[in-house]
């Protein structure tokens, strides 16, 4: 008779203690199936949100003069000439090798226009860009949809005495005031905000930009790296990484990541001890049948495979099940604690991961109890009989 014809049997004869066995490795597969598939869900959905919530990337023309200005004061007086770039390049940016981390990019152009005796600073924009960019962005009134229809800030609101649906003069064009901006505490509040096209006319600027804003997200790589490949297709442009924006997005990631990898260890901590307490208490329910194997000249390398090979079945059968199991629990279960979450689908990769786990699991916690059952004494089971 074969070994493995002595494991099948013996699964066969004692399939209520074989199955709540397996149960433990089902539990502990199919919980980390589902803890991965929702965290892996969950940090899809804070990488959209987070390149959501501003640039982090952001690229000015190079220049030899140091800016005088802290904190929206200027101290130095001086005003330099603002070099711009060729609007027709921009989509180089998109030649970078890690084009696909890039989110939105919101050129700009900046330039000074007069309204009422009154010098104030133009910024012309794409809005669907701009406003993809700056979701926090409050106003009151609706966004401008035509050319001939402006945003204003707050102070420049409140130093012209505007409100949604009035009219302003710039050159020799009358523009509707579509909206208001709420107080952002940023440049945005000093600024009459209009379409970028109708921006570089104003300014005698035609297919100039002045800036470019960047919401990129690097998983793989460190955001300094895709910094250092749009400055390399810019050589005549400084490109900065708002580091502090992007630390915020990775810490954001890897704390998901710490909590799934805590708890799946915490349950494959406690598969193991199952696995292994199971084991043993079948080995020593099988003290008589063991013994009998010794005192018929089965060797202690038999019994053990005897045991290891009984664990091993059980532990591709639970894996296999807990792994369809699990993926059905995470598809049932995101949509429930994630708004308008989506299961990505069935890993495979994951399934084969957890089945070599499983297998794993259940022969490293068999390895003590299958070597007390080859070391067992034949007299054992002669004086059983």
């Known amino acids: 008779m ?61 220049t030899e003069n140091l800016s005088l200005n802290y904190g ?28 696909k981390n890039l989110g939105i990019v919101a050129p700009k152009v900046l330039g000074p226009v007069m309204i009422d005796d009154k010098k104030l600073l133009l910024m012309g924009v794409i809005f669907d860009e701009e406003l993809a960019l700056k979701r926090w962005w409050q106003k009151k009134g609706i966004f401008p949809t035509r050319p001939d229809e402006v945003l204003l800030g707050a102070s420049v609101a409140s130093v012209l005495g505007l409100n949604p649906g009035d009219e302003i003069k710039m050159g020799e064009t009358l523009f509707k005031v579509t909206a208001v901006l709420h107080p952002t505490g940023s440049s945005e509040d000093n600024a009459v905000i209009a379409e970028l096209g109708t921006a570089q006319t104003l300014l005698g600027k035609p297919g100039k930009i002045s800036m470019v804003e960047i919401a990129a997200f690097c998983r793989g790589c460190p955001i300094t790296e895709v910094t250092l490949q749009i400055a390399e297709v810019f050589p005549n442009a400084k490109v900065t990484a708002m580091k502090q924006a992007v630390m915020s997005k990775m810490q954001s990631i890897e704390m998901f990541k710490s909590f799934s990898l805590g708890v799946s260890i915490l349950v494959i901590g406690i598969g193991a001890l199952l696995v292994m307490v199971t084991m043993m208490g079948s080995v020593n329910e099988r003290t008589r049948e063991i013994g009998i194997f010794r005192a018929i000249g089965f060797r202690q390398t038999h019994v053990m495979q005897i045991i290891l090979l009984e664990a091993l079945a059980l532990g591709l059968f639970g894996g296999i099940l807990g792994f369809v199991l699990g993926n059905l629990l995470a598809w049932g279960i995101i949509p429930l604690v994630i708004k308008e979450g989506i299961f990505a689908g069935v890993n495979y990769q994951l399934g084969g991961l957890c089945l070599l786990m499983a297998a794993a699991l259940s022969l490293l916690a068999s390895l003590y109890p299958a070597f007390k059952a080859g070391r067992m004494d034949p007299s054992d089971a002669l004086r059983a009989l």
């Not at 929206?72 to 084009?99: C, M, P, W």
């Open 2 to 62: 074969k070994l493995y014809n002595i494991s099948l049997g013996n699964i066969r004869r004692r399939k209520g203690k074989m199955l709540f066995l397996a149960l433990g490795l089902i539990i502990g597969v199919s919980t980390i199936v589902t803890l991965l598939a929702i965290t892996e869900t969950m940090t899809a959905e804070i990488e959209e949100r987070l390149n959501k919530f501003g640039a982090n990337i952001v690229m000015v023309p190079r």
């Open 72 to 99: 929206g004061i200027d101290v130095g007086g001086v005003s330099y000439e603002v070099k711009e770039f060729n609007q027709e390049n921009l989509a180089r940016i998109h030649t970078i090798k890690n084009a």
